[in-house]
């Protein structure tokens, strides 16, 4: 106590002297005049400095920071007194400001992030490499989740997929590398499924959410930027390799098979059409199964690159590898409607079980040479793999039982074995030349092809049960096993092979010209882009039946029975046999320029679609198996900026923007995704979506890493395209249709803050849309006794999109101790799933709060060891129907589970666990 009382207290903040931005981790060391006291602390994420408990007397406080001089004060510190010693230190380098916004070395750092979203012409969020490398996320999927405005619709392993910007379905959305757009391999949209891109392999993600007219205009949600990593400005090398471990595969044995022996190629395609299949075309490899106990997970990761001595020639590799095993389970109730009170019914209720294994690869390179002050050349080429292999084993039950109650009848078992393997590759040349003093050229040349080949999809079906057993009054006392049979009557075996390619051939050409006019800077620029597309996909399916009349028992060792090929010429007419062509034709005018403390930028865009589809299927019996569509599309944008300070932006924006329907949505098919609960239908009416888009954003960044960005939007949507069940004949079907009109609108908050080494990142937003559709109500006809249907008008919001989202992120950074630890949570509030035809029975998936960690300690200079956990809460994903679950006929005696009556209906309920990553990082 009496040292305290004796003792006095030194702080202050570190900051750059010119540009007064903070210094996070600079060296600040306090020492008296004859040596006797010195001590050392490093800057917190704030730039701020504390000694507490410092003894009266005469003291020295000095700054360093890396490329910036030495900076240092002399006081005196009194009994008690809180001395505040702030110091500006100065650059190295007379041109450091602005090689700190712009240059190479600074390209992955969270300064340069929050330079882009303050400086940037439109309204944008930016997520740093160094955020990236320390957040729990390994795909650039799971890092949109942490953006404002963004949730992500997650793939069946529990891992993000696509990302929903401000409720804006993945169709509204579209993935830009280095500013260029590329193909997809997904094999329904056209828009890139991010989780084939690894996190480590980017300097930047940046997410547009208003356009300007240079920018392509199919983004009525906004799109995703991936700057691939630069050469900086010395040589670098960074390298990570870690393991890891899937916490459901603790209590569940993971299981694979051996796909070595599929072609890559039908027996058809391989063949020709007119080719006769044979058993030896089908292999029993994929059936061959065996189990391990919790393999595994690794990753893999390097870069390396810099500049020559004179600066003018830059190259830079990199390689991302990731070997990930997970396993999940299911459970699904195959619904419907009943015709009499429109209210839920159960058909079937399935179990499922998933070993997932994926190894993402990627692969990035890039050169440039500046020949001299108004010319640079630069060429890079990348190369992202996900390959994926996954068994499923499912049984399914009937809930037909009446009164024999769960646990007898029929079981329908399917074991499923799937590889597939997704690419793309992109390569771009790109120049920029200086024709004048105000007259600025560049150019690109693109070339991308993404695909994804399945395989040999190789499904086994067999049959069993259990049957009750009753005393001589009727009661049930028990039940007995079925066998284990194939059924004679039906495909015990079938084979499908799905392959799709998209190739895009891309020429961009803009001028700009800066003129003065009345003393104001304007640019002005224009230029066009035209892209030649090829879409082509094959498919072919095959049954194989039972040998002979009788039913064979399947022990697990397929190879002690017997089959026949029952449809051997494959599937040559199915409409998935398609060939489809796009060509898009751009151009564009745009101006900016600033009238005191505003930016105006504005201009319009002109696209034109040229599309042409011929598919394999009978023309006479498929309406729209050969087809085609052109539309003129002009697409006007406004974007107002005033700087309110020099670190303070007041935003209004509009723009108009389109969505095209996806490929595999126009092609008249029938079929479609083993995981859907229900085939899937093309339809060739679809038309294309429009939109007029507003923003209105206030921005704030008081400090070199503290920001506030608050805003509103609204879209108003015409000609929305959602997924519907819809009814032909007997059966039910999953199409994409257009559903009128609708608007978006919401409001946003971002908030980050940091005092010394503690951080606070937080955003939430609020989103409500609104889309009228006819839906129908079945009933029983009171006078007539009959069924019967009529149509209401129900207003519901769009699919996908979900009221609430937010995030919260608690941070700890220590630069002294080497320290960086987050505490990550994401709630994304229900959102509709599946749009069903009748009245009040949508599917809902519920609300998640989800919690991942992630935790980086310095161990030397150049070694680092990082942990990251994901899903600590054991989140699953599930699905209801917003109705009551009542007692029908059919399940009167039965003890549903997971149905409460009284309770919304239950669909189904997907679980992941944990997922436990542990790694060490080197840095050059």
Avoid: C
């Avoid at 619904?335 to 998933?354: F, G, H, I, M």
């Avoid at 257009?738 to 946003?748: L, V």
């Amino acid at each position: 106590m009496a040292i305290a009382q004796n003792t006095g207290t030194v702080k202050g903040i570190v900051a750059d002297k010119d540009s007064k931005e903070t210094l996070v981790g600079a060296t600040v060391t306090l020492k008296n005049d004859n040596k006797t006291y010195k001590v050392s602390v490093s800057t917190g994420l704030d730039g701020s400095y504390t000694f507490r408990n410092v003894p009266k007397g005469k003291y020295e406080v000095e700054a360093k920071y890396v490329t910036y001089k030495d900076e240092d004060k002399d006081f005196e510190l009194k009994v008690g007194e809180v001395k505040i010693i702030n110091l500006n230190i100065e650059s190295k380098s007379n041109n450091l400001d602005e090689v700190k916004i712009s240059g190479k070395s600074d390209e992955g750092s969270d300064y340069k992030s929050r330079s882009i979203e303050r400086k940037s012409d439109q309204v944008l969020n930016a997520v740093s490499a160094r955020t990236i490398e320390v957040s729990p996320d390994l795909t650039i999927a799971n890092v949109t989740q942490r953006v404002s405005g963004v949730s992500i619709e997650r793939s069946n392993n529990g891992e993000g997929q696509y990302a929903i910007i401000r409720g804006m379905d993945k169709r509204y959305n579209y993935t830009l590398v280095n500013g260029v757009k590329i193909p997809s391999p997904d094999n329904k949209n056209r828009y890139v499924p991010l989780d084939i891109f690894p996190a480590d392999i980017v300097d930047r993600m940046e997410v547009y959410k208003s356009l300007t007219p240079n920018l392509e205009g199919d983004a009525i949600g906004g799109g995703i930027n991936l700057v691939l990593k630069d050469a900086p400005n010395r040589f670098t090398v960074r390298a990570n390799a870690a393991v890891g471990m899937a916490g459901s595969l603790f209590d569940q044995d993971y299981t694979k098979f051996d796909h070595s022996a599929s072609s890559k190629s039908s027996p058809r395609i391989a063949n020709g059409n007119g080719y006769s299949a044979t058993l030896a075309d089908f292999p029993n490899n994929p059936f061959n199964y065996s189990t391990k106990k919790a393999p595994v997970s690794t990753i893999f990761g390097l870069s390396a690159g810099g500049r020559s001595a004179d600066k003018k020639f830059g190259a830079l590799a990199a390689i991302s590898y990731q070997n990930t095993y997970r396993g999940t389970k299911t459970v699904f109730y195959d619904t419907d409607v009943d015709r009499a009170t429109n209210e839920p019914a159960l058909k079937s209720v399935q179990s499922r079980a998933y070993s997932i294994q994926q190894e993402r690869t990627g692969l990035h390179a890039k050169l440039d040479y500046k020949f001299n002050k108004a010319n640079k050349l630069d060429l890079y080429a990348s190369y992202m793999n996900l390959a994926q292999n996954q068994f499923r084993f499912q049984s399914d039950t009937t809930l037909n039982l009446g009164r024999v109650g769960m646990g007898t009848g029929r079981v329908s078992n399917n074991y499923r074995s799937s590889r597939v393997v997704q690419q793309i590759f992109s390569t771009n040349l790109h120049g920029e030349h200086e024709i004048a003093d105000n007259f600025d050229m560049n150019w690109s040349l693109v070339y991308a092809k993404a695909d994804a080949n399945e395989p040999d999809r190789a499904s086994l079906s067999i049959v069993t049960g259990r049957t009750a057993i009753f005393d001589a009054s009727g009661n049930k006392t028990g039940s007995s096993q079925n066998p284990i049979l194939f059924n004679s009557t039906g495909a015990a075996q079938s084979h499908v092979w799905a392959k799709n390619s998209d190739e895009d051939k891309t020429a961009y050409l803009n001028f700009i010209y800066k003129p003065k006019i009345a003393d104001t800077n304007v640019e002005f620029s224009f230029g066009g882009m035209y892209r030649d597309k090829t879409r082509t996909s094959s498919y072919d399916d095959y049954s194989l039946r039972l040998s002979g009349s009788t039913t064979q028992t399947y022990d697990g060792n397929i190879n002690n029975n017997t089959f026949m090929v029952q449809t051997v010429g494959g599937s040559p007419s199915d409409p998935l046999n398609y060939n489809f062509k796009e060509k898009i034709a751009a151009a564009y005018a745009q101006f900016k320029f600033n009238v005191g403390k505003l930016q105006t930028l504005g201009g319009v865009r002109y696209e034109n679609t040229q599309q042409d589809w011929v598919t394999s299927a009978n023309i006479n019996q498929i309406i729209g198996a050969i087809g085609s569509k052109k539309y003129d599309d002009f697409l006007p944008s406004l974007n107002f900026k005033y700087a309110l300070g020099d670190k303070e932006n007041l935003r209004l924006s509009y723009y108009s923007a389109i969505s095209r329907p996806g490929f595999y949505e126009l092609i008249p098919h029938t079929g479609g995704d083993p995981d859907a609960d229900y085939q899937e239908l093309g339809n060739p009416n679809l038309k294309r979506i429009t939109s007029d888009n507003f923003d209105l954003r206030y921005e704030l960044f008081p400090k070199q890493l503290d920001q506030l960005l608050v805003g509103v939007f609204y879209k108003n949507i015409k000609n929305p395209i959602e997924f519907a069940l819809v009814n032909q004949a007997t059966s039910v079907f999953y199409t994409a249709a257009n559903f009128g009109n609708a608007t978006n609108y919401g409001f946003e908050a971002d908030f980050t803050k940091y005092i010394s080494k503690f951080g606070f990142r937080a955003n939430y937003t609020f989103t409500n849309s609104k889309i009228t559709t006819t839906k129908t109500v079945l009933y029983r006809d009171a006078a007539t006794t009959g069924l019967t249907q009529r149509t209401e008008e129900q207003t519901r919001p769009l699919q996908g999109q979900s009221k609430h989202i937010g995030n919260l992120s608690l941070l700890f950074k220590d630069a002294k101790s080497g320290i960086d630890a987050q505490l990550a949570a994401v709630y994304t509030g229900p959102r509709i799933f599946t749009v069903s035809p009748y009245l009040d029975n949508d599917i809902w998936q519920k609300g998640t709060i989800t919690l991942d960690l992630s935790a980086e300690k310095k161990i030397s200079k150049n070694f680092s060891v990082y942990i990251k956990v994901n899903n600590l809460l054991n989140t699953p994903s599930e699905l209801e129907i917003k109705r009551p679950y009542q007692i029908t006929a059919s399940t009167i005696n039965q003890d549903v589970a997971n149905q409460t009556v009284g309770e919304n209906v239950f669909v189904r309920k997907d679980e992941y666990k944990q997922f436990y990553l542990l790694g060490l990082r080197y840095k050059l």
